[in-house]
């Protein structure tokens, strides 16, 4: 059987704005917005998520990612445009596709499949339209209005990963490190820091090909909770001992509860993913 990874991921609470990176046309920086049931939520989309753990391997080792971003000239560079996921993190994390045609004008396309499955990350909190408005006056001509959508909540996402359909496994590994060190989704203007790792974290290792985790997170007074992770546990749908749990909600009722059900309960979220790191490897998983 394969061995699989998922993480469920809830940011702290902090002012997210402009997450979406361009406007829509008008003096307007948009958050994008997602219905469910009578409100509305903010999200952010896979895509930005991804960028940002791109951005964590450049960071670490450029030579070791193939599609590299120059922030000064707002451009993307390929050490190797034909991609290679033997050769590069990038590659063989999240996939590719070189969509062409041959001379004979038939379908010559070389792609990838991302390993890495990320869903959108959704608020914990309706968002109710919160806009900051600025403006400049002065010279004739040179009047500027500007509004921006703001948010202030957490967000939540989860991740997959079968380590085994990976060329090198390892960098199962490395995207846990990732996970915990992501700085900010692509988009953020700077005057809109908006720290993106986890507060909190539930990480899974199973041979179970679904993650069984995903938005078990929510909103209680002005903390979070995770009972529907609880009652999935209880009802013995999730196995406690797959889990590793970390970070603030260790130190909640919640958390009681967890370590009483036989969860691998941490109170930093990087001490949880170590020790999911460390299952990985005693299963055979990773090397190292």
Not at 113 to 122: D, I, L, N, S
């Amino acid at each position: 059987m394969s061995t699989h990874l998922f993480a469920t991921i809830v940011t702290p609470t902090a002012v997210a704005a402009n997450n979406r990176g361009e406007g829509d046309g008008s003096t307007l920086a948009t958050l994008q917005t997602i219905t469910r049931g009578n409100d509305q939520y903010t999200t952010v989309s896979a895509d930005a998520i991804r960028w940002a753990l791109r951005e964590y391997f450049q960071d670490l080792d450029a030579s070791q990612v193939n599609r590299t971003f120059d922030p000064d000239l707002e451009k993307y560079d390929f050490q190797d445009e034909k991609c290679s996921a033997e050769k590069f993190i990038d590659d063989d994390l999240f996939g590719y596709m070189d969509a062409k045609k041959d001379k004979n004008n038939n379908n010559a396309t070389v792609k990838r499949r991302g390993a890495v499955e990320v869903c959108r990350a959704v608020s914990l909190d309706p968002f109710w339209g919160d806009v900051a408005f600025g403006s400049k006056g002065g010279q004739k001509g040179k009047t500027s209005i500007h509004q921006t959508q703001m948010h202030l909540t957490a967000y939540q996402y989860t991740i997959a990963l079968t380590p085994g359909s990976l060329k090198q496994a390892d960098r199962a590994g490395l995207l846990l490190d990732a996970l915990v060190g992501i700085r900010h989704v692509g988009g953020n203007h700077a005057r809109f820091l908006y720290e993106f790792r986890p507060e909190s974290i539930v990480l899974r290792v199973t041979d179970d090909p679904s993650p069984w985790i995903m938005g078990c997170f929510q909103r209680v007074g002005e903390g979070v909770g995770c009972a529907e992770l609880e009652r999935s546990i209880q009802a013995e749908d999730v196995a406690a001992g797959e889990l590793f749990v970390g970070g603030k909600i260790a130190t909640t009722p919640y958390g009681k509860n967890l370590k009483e059900l036989g969860v691998n309960l941490f109170d930093g979220v990087k001490a949880a993913k170590n020790a999911a790191k460390a299952k990985l490897v005693e299963l055979g998983a990773i090397a190292s």
